[in-house]
């Protein structure tokens, strides 16, 4: 059982940055892409961002230009996916949840962490 820990989320204001963090020290198998999605309550799930092995990026329109995928540590398998969030906005509210894509392999998933914007 691979475990994937998340952290970093919170209440934020209106306008406000957080920062998701998503660790997977125990992958040793070539990953091909990582990336995160959310469910707000009522929601459908929707893609957030996806970063590929080669650095990559898609971006969901609901969060072009205000969020950013990164990830370190894949030398080292010590393989870390990171989601910085600027200008949230309400709307941003939901259940984010990160996933690591083995190369011609599963997707493994984070346990979701809640992010809440609100005054």
């Known amino acids: 059982q691979i475990q994937i820990v998340q952290s970093g989320g919170g209440l934020v204001h209106p306008g406000g940055s957080l920062s998701l963090s998503c660790a997977a020290p125990?992958?040793?198998?070539?990953?091909?892409?990582y990336g995160w999605y959310r469910q707000a309550p009522g929601k459908q799930r929707e893609l957030v961002a996806t970063?590929?092995?080669?650095?990559?990026?898609?971006?969901?329109d609901a969060v072009k230009g205000r969020f950013t995928i990164s990830f370190s540590g894949e030398k080292t398998n010590n393989h870390t996916v990171y989601l910085q969030m600027n200008s949230l906005k309400p709307e941003d509210t939901a259940v984010y949840y990160c996933?690591?894509?083995?190369?011609?392999?599963?997707?493994?998933w984070g346990q979701g962490i809640q992010v809440t914007v609100s005054s």
């Open positions: 996933f690591i894509r083995r190369l011609w392999g599963d997707d493994y």
């Open positions: 125990e992958i040793t198998f070539r990953v091909s892409a």
């Open positions: 970063i590929t092995e080669i650095r990559s990026q898609y971006y969901g």
